[in-house]
């Protein structure tokens, strides 16, 4: 039982996992911005694409 209360108080790992949770966060946030951004910009190609080929 003291082994437990003991485990349940130790906070030595406690930063390593704030660290990877909030590592976890950025990921997702980046990912999530070049995919948008990723569709945006291969919106504006065909946009553009589409424009030149009208013009000949």
Known sequence: ?????DAYR???GAALVEYTVLLGILLVAVIATIVTVGGWISAQWAALSSGISSTN
């Open 10 to 12: 130790d906070e030595s």
């Open 1 to 5: 039982m003291i082994f437990l209360e």
